[in-house]
């Protein structure tokens, strides 16, 4: 067998980084400044209890002329976490809850994301909050287009789960809490 000529090596070269790029897909990053964290869940039997997360930081690998990702990953500053009531977030900083002080962020790694129509798709992934990693499912839908993607995600996430279990308040706080996000990307 004969040695590829001198001149077809930087072609082959080439042409196997030009794959290797093209299968790794355009890795953007998430902006923490216009993607937000929302949390409704019941309390006391009557009323819900609404809040927000900040979205620290996090990647999209983006397949090329896609706005549907073929990886997510995020993590959440739960030491930020804002329920509207200063007592409250407290509360749900304690070890009690989310135990802030030994778990200060929450994280999200898709593991499966399956297109479900030109603008939308399921999502699962593992999210780890309070130290304890549980596999969770999304539902998104996409605005904008390729170039200019923002998604839009729904979810229940089960607390108990995730071993949260409030003291004396835990009977009359509801066991799920339901989930969206507002993600938008760097240019």
Do not use: N
């Amino acid at each position: 067998m004969r040695a590829p000529s001198a001149a077809l090596v930087p072609a082959l070269l080439a042409a196997c980084v030009s794959v290797a790029v093209a299968d790794a897909g355009t890795q953007r990053d998430i902006d923490p400044a216009k993607s937000k964290a929302h949390f409704s869940i019941q309390h006391i039997f009557v009323e819900k209890v609404d809040g927000s997360v900040p979205i620290e930081s996090g990647k999209v690998v983006l397949e090329p002329d896609s706005a549907i990702p073929r990886e997510v990953s995020a993590v959440l500053d739960a030491r930020r976490i804002d329920s509207g009531d200063r007592d409250r977030d407290a509360s749900l900083e304690s070890d009690d809850y989310f135990d802030v002080k030994k778990f200060p962020e929450w994280t999200f790694v898709s593991t499966k994301i399956v297109a479900t129509g030109a603008a939308a798709f399921a999502m699962d992934g593992m999210l780890t909050i309070h130290g304890v990693a549980q596999p969770e499912h999304l539902i998104v839908t996409v605005r904008g287009d390729a170039a200019h993607p923002a998604y839009h995600a729904t979810g229940r996430i089960d607390r108990h789960a995730f071993g949260m279990r409030g003291a004396r308040l835990d009977p009359v706080i509801g066991d799920a809490a339901e989930v969206s996000l507002d993600i938008a990307l760097r240019p």
